[in-house]
């Protein structure tokens, strides 16, 4: 199906947004994925049917991040419902197509805190007893999770990195460990020397990923020199927290200093009760994935991969017919489009960055990723409206990714864009209720590409074939030059 773009063409008055795209630089994307942790992910070690459906640039969704529970056990024997096995042969389908494997405690084991067991402590069978991580064991941390890198690697995964704690601002009944800043600051900056990097090669260190994405937790690990040394990803969730009020302030001194930025859990409309989200909550997923993105942030990890509120069904038919086991659901369509899109692009500003956490029906973003310029639309509304594009140079083609729930298949269509001749502006529809994105080919004879823009850092970078950013360069990768203006394959030894 070819898409006809009016280039400037007069259409029948409706409501109008005019977009600029300009060629400035911000944050690499990294990617988007998914926890594997028990629960709705039940029968937990065996079944990975949704993760390959989900992972990798052959699958329908192409994700490339997977998060996985590191239990208190010292052996990956069991512990309650949790234990490494679990997680295992999703791990092992996530690194045998290309992704990347992270793992984050929820517990460090019970015989390190102080309430002697790998539970939060916040309940009346538990003594209300506030379980944090005793000083005196501050030592073994970083020991016992060369323990799990070790197991991981023996049993075939070799695993991209490893986060401090989940949630440590949040004192629950469950496996937790409460750190206040300043006692994450104290464990990093004495005993991260000891994670195992060199046995362990190109294993990186995630800050703790508080509830709340705050400058609380991320600023005090950034302004201190040792802790900035060790950290290299700074990770939060998104409870209670919107991404363009918590998280782009968050993100700032990380970005600053060359770190990466995760959004590491959240789940949107996982509340609504015995049925489906709409599409129109389905939107509504769509642009907290879009604002993440303009905060700054340069990896998305949504919570349940398998959940009826997430992308791959549950089977249960308390949910409805179309919540079948393992069957891809529209939320799955709509992550998609960063997934398989925006994954190792470089975003771009525009002229319509939302910058605020207040409501806005329409969103907007764009990126750019080699050769092609990425434009992302969101309408929720229930009324069409024409997009004015302007881009910062001129293209030759395109190609239109569009969902609107009412696709019977992959809740997904793609069109050509047709283009007659290079041209850098067009009008095109959005139709009510939709999630759009452009992508444009960028016209090789266009003077505009030889001048373009520096990028906001002032030296080189690193990226492997799937676009995840390297440390340091190694084995056959993509190099940005010095002063962003070029990008060659390079082969490392």
């Given at each position: 199906?070819?898409l006809?773009?009016?280039?400037?063409?007069?259409?029948?008055a409706?409501?109008?947004?005019?977009?600029?795209?300009?060629?400035?630089?911000?944050?690499?994307?990294t990617?988007?994925?998914?926890?594997?942790?028990?629960g709705a992910?039940?029968p937990?070690g065996?079944?990975?049917?949704?993760?390959?459906k989900?992972?990798?640039a052959?699958?329908?969704?192409?994700?490339?991040?997977?998060?996985?529970?590191?239990?208190?056990?010292?052996t990956?024997?069991?512990?309650?419902?949790y234990?490494?096995n679990?997680?295992?042969?999703?791990?092992k389908?996530?690194?045998?197509?290309?992704?990347?494997v992270?793992g984050?405690?929820?517990?460090?084991p019970?015989?390190?805190?102080?309430?002697?067991t790998?539970q939060?402590?916040?309940?009346e069978d538990?003594?209300?007893?506030?379980?944090k991580?005793?000083?005196d064991c501050?030592?073994?941390?970083?020991?016992?999770l060369?323990?799990?890198l070790?197991?991981?690697?023996?049993?075939?995964?070799?695993?991209d990195?490893?986060?401090i704690?989940?949630e440590p601002?949040?004192?629950?009944s469950?496996?937790?460990?409460?750190y206040?800043?300043e006692d994450?600051?104290k464990?990093?900056?004495?005993?991260?020397?000891?994670l195992?990097?060199e046995?362990?090669a190109?294993?990186?260190?995630i800050?703790?990923?508080p509830l709340?994405?705050?400058?609380?937790?991320?600023?005090p690990?950034?302004?201190?020199?040792?802790?900035?040394?060790?950290?290299?990803?700074v990770?939060g969730?998104?409870y209670?927290?919107?991404p363009?009020?918590y998280?782009?302030?968050?993100?700032?001194?990380?970005l600053e200093?060359?770190?990466?930025?995760w959004?590491t859990?959240h789940?949107v409309?996982?509340?609504?009760?015995?049925?489906?989200?709409t599409?129109h909550?389905?939107?509504?997923?769509a642009?907290?994935?879009n604002?993440?993105?303009l905060a700054g942030c340069?990896?998305?990890i949504y919570w349940?991969?398998?959940?009826?509120?997430?992308?791959?069904?549950?089977g249960?038919?308390?949910?409805?017919s179309a919540?079948?086991?393992?069957e891809?659901?529209p939320?799955?369509?709509?992550?998609?489009?960063?997934s398989?899109?925006?994954?190792?692009?470089t975003?771009?500003?525009?002229?319509?960055d939302?910058?605020?956490?207040?409501?806005?029906?329409?969103e907007?973003?764009?990126?750019?990723?080699?050769?092609?310029?990425?434009v992302m639309?969101i309408d929720t509304?229930?009324?069409?409206?024409?997009l004015?594009?302007?881009?910062?140079?001129?293209?030759?083609s395109?190609?239109?990714?569009?969902?609107t729930?009412?696709?019977?298949?992959?809740?997904?269509?793609?069109?050509?864009?047709?283009?007659t001749e290079?041209?850098?502006e067009?009008?095109?529809?959005?139709?009510?209720r939709?999630?759009?994105t452009?992508?444009?080919?960028i016209?090789?004879g266009?003077?505009?590409i030889?001048n373009?823009?520096p990028?906001?850092?002032?030296t080189?970078?690193y990226?492997?074939l799937?676009?995840?950013?390297?440390?340091e360069?190694?084995?056959?990768c993509?190099?940005r030059?010095?002063n962003?203006?070029?990008?060659k394959?390079?082969?490392?030894?």
């Open positions: 199906m070819i006809m773009a009016a280039v400037l063409a007069s259409q029948a409706k409501p109008r947004s005019s977009l600029t795209v300009y060629d400035t630089r911000k944050q690499t994307i990617g988007f994925g998914g926890a594997c942790c028990d992910m039940k937990f065996s079944d990975n049917a949704c993760v390959g989900l992972y990798g052959k699958s329908k969704i192409g994700l490339n991040i997977l998060r996985m529970e590191i239990s208190p056990s010292f990956g024997d069991n512990w309650g419902d234990d490494w679990g997680s295992l042969p999703s791990a389908t996530v690194k045998n197509r290309g992704g990347i992270f984050t405690p929820w517990s460090p019970g015989e390190y805190k102080t309430n002697g790998a939060g402590g916040n309940a538990q003594g209300y007893q506030k379980g991580l005793r000083e501050y030592e073994k941390f970083f020991p016992w060369n323990t799990f070790k197991w991981m690697k023996d049993h075939g995964v070799a695993v990195a490893v986060s704690q989940n601002d949040w004192w629950v469950y496996s937790g460990c409460l206040d800043p994450e600051v464990l990093v900056k004495n005993y991260a020397h000891m195992d990097r046995t362990f190109g294993v990186r260190l800050s703790g990923e709340g994405f705050t400058q609380n937790y991320t600023d690990l950034m302004k201190d020199p040792t802790c900035r040394e060790q950290i290299d990803i990770a969730h998104l209670g927290h919107a363009l009020i998280m782009k302030e968050a993100a700032k001194l990380p200093y060359g770190k990466e930025v959004m859990e789940s409309t996982d509340n609504i009760g015995e049925r489906l989200p599409w909550e389905n939107l509504i997923f642009e907290e994935l604002e993440c993105m340069t990896g998305y349940y991969l398998r959940a009826h509120w997430a992308f791959a069904g549950t249960e038919s308390k949910y409805g919540n079948k086991k393992d891809l659901l939320r799955a369509f709509v992550m998609s489009h960063f398989k899109n925006v994954t190792g692009s975003r771009l500003t525009t002229s319509l939302k910058t605020t956490g207040e409501g806005n029906p329409y907007f973003s764009a990126y750019i990723k080699g050769d092609s310029l990425i639309a509304l229930d009324t069409p409206r024409d004015k594009i302007k881009l910062p140079y001129k293209v030759k395109g190609t239109l990714w569009q969902s729930g009412n696709e019977t298949e992959n809740l997904c269509q793609k069109s050509d864009i047709d283009i290079p041209t850098d067009f009008l095109f529809e959005m139709p009510a939709s999630l759009n452009y992508i444009f080919m016209d090789d266009d003077a505009a030889s373009l823009q990028v906001s850092d002032d080189k970078t990226f492997d799937q676009g995840r950013r390297l440390p360069p190694q084995g056959i993509i190099e030059s010095v962003g203006t070029s990008r394959i390079q082969v490392w030894k």
